[in-house]
């Protein structure tokens, strides 16, 4: 498994130098939880909801569009004659089950594409951050780190609400370097790679709360073995995250 680890990342740094020098950016940028302050945490929390279940490359385009209207933004989303408001007004998610309220609700909405339900999703994690704020205004996020990663994940589904599931639980996660992502993509690497092969998915299959528990599991025990002193850093596992990630997206599995 580590040699073959090795081999595609060496393949990774000379095929694809962007997407392996991503992996370095992304643990550079990985936030730790015991001394992120309320704005360090909305910066990798609010665009969570814009990833789920969507093509990487367009969730970056309106990411990158809706950052600037978005900075800070998570004092007021939600809250009366803010310029962020979505109420839910019928099930399901097409746009007419929510009402959006506001300039920046509309915006989002109408001119970069950003879904109303993912909007919701973004407004349950300004709810959640101002209640973490009153209780622990210097790092809000910091009872994270040491603690179950089951329970974690279950803590953050709960408080955030709807369209919050496992797998936008863990990249949140995986942005404080306390997890990884198992989305399509790590999870073909994952088991090309026969990392807990006990663990059996078919093509497709979107990981239920148990197995992508597992998979950070055997994700985090394959750093440990790549690491010299057996102790790797939450930055080296969010670049494994990074590394798993472009293994997949450049084809180093195919042949």
Not at 45 to 52: G, I, N
Not at 165 to 178: K, P, R, S
Not at 197 to 206: W, Y
Not at 210 to 216: E, F, G, L, M, Q
Request: hydrophobic residues 45%; glycine residues 8%.
């Amino acid at each position: 498994m580590i040699a073959t680890f090795r081999r595609l990342e060496a393949a990774l740094r000379e095929r694809a130098p962007a997407s392996y020098d991503l992996a370095q950016a992304l643990a550079d940028n990985t936030r730790d939880a015991l001394v992120s302050g309320p704005a360090s945490c909305w910066e990798i929390l609010w665009d969570k909801p814009v990833f789920a279940n969507a093509r990487i490359s367009s969730a970056e385009v309106r990411v990158q569009a809706a950052a600037p209207h978005l900075r800070d933004a998570w004092h007021t989303i939600g809250l009366p004659d803010s310029s962020f408001h979505v109420r839910r007004v019928e099930p399901g998610r097409k746009r007419k089950a929510f009402e959006l309220d506001g300039e920046t609700a509309r915006l989002l909405y109408s001119d970069f594409g950003i879904a109303a339900h993912r909007m919701l999703a973004i407004q349950g994690a300004a709810a959640a951050l101002r209640k973490r704020v009153e209780r622990s205004p210097r790092a809000p996020y910091a009872d994270l780190v040491g603690a179950d990663l089951l329970t974690n994940v279950e803590t953050l589904r709960k408080e955030k609400g709807e369209y919050w599931g496992t797998i936008t639980v863990l990249h949140l996660l995986t942005d404080f370097g306390l997890a990884c992502k198992p989305d399509i993509h790590l999870v073909r690497s994952f088991q090309f790679l026969g990392i807990a092969p006990e663990i059996r998915l078919r093509p497709g299959e979107v990981p239920n709360l148990r197995k992508a528990v597992a998979i950070v599991e055997g994700v985090r025990e394959l750093a440990v073995r790549l690491h010299p002193a057996g102790n790797p850093t939450p930055q080296d596992l969010r670049r494994l995250d990074g590394l798993l990630l472009g293994f997949s997206r450049n084809g180093l599995l195919e042949g």
